[in-house]
Nanobody, 120 residues
């Protein structure tokens, strides 16, 4: 069982930046970030392979968000730049037992989420 704890969310103005962190209780494989806005379904944001050598971004965040990981520290990060009001959501860190995962059903462990609010 892997426990995940997200941090770094908050309130920011449009155009601003935030860095989310996800701390895992143990070694992790494929990891990703998802988000869920009020009244909407959870959506995929970005995935990173176990080694960090491969990443895959949703079109809506490509060029603005960057995922990274530090396997020595069991950490996954999401740097979010040029934030827009439509990025407002609860952001969830997720970890798969697989080396690489891009669909929510492939993820085995989920964090509790951290709120990101972008004001216009």
């Amino acid at each position: 069982q892997v426990q995940l704890v997200e941090s770094g969310g908050g309130l920011v103005q449009a155009g601003g930046s935030l860095r989310l962190s996800c701390a895992a209780s143990g070694r992790t494989a494929g990891s990703g970030w998802f988000r869920q806005a009020p009244g909407k379904e959870r959506e995929f944001v970005v995935a990173i392979s176990a080694s960090g050598g491969s990443t895959y971004y949703a079109n809506s965040v490509k060029g603005r968000f960057t995922i990274s990981r530090d396997n020595a520290k069991n950490m996954v990060y999401l740097q979010m730049n040029s934030l827009k009001p439509e990025d407002t959501a609860v952001y969830y860190c997720a970890v798969s037992k697989k080396y690489w995962a891009t669909h929510s059903f492939e993820y085995d462990y989920w964090g509790q989420g951290t709120q990101v609010t972008v004001s216009s």
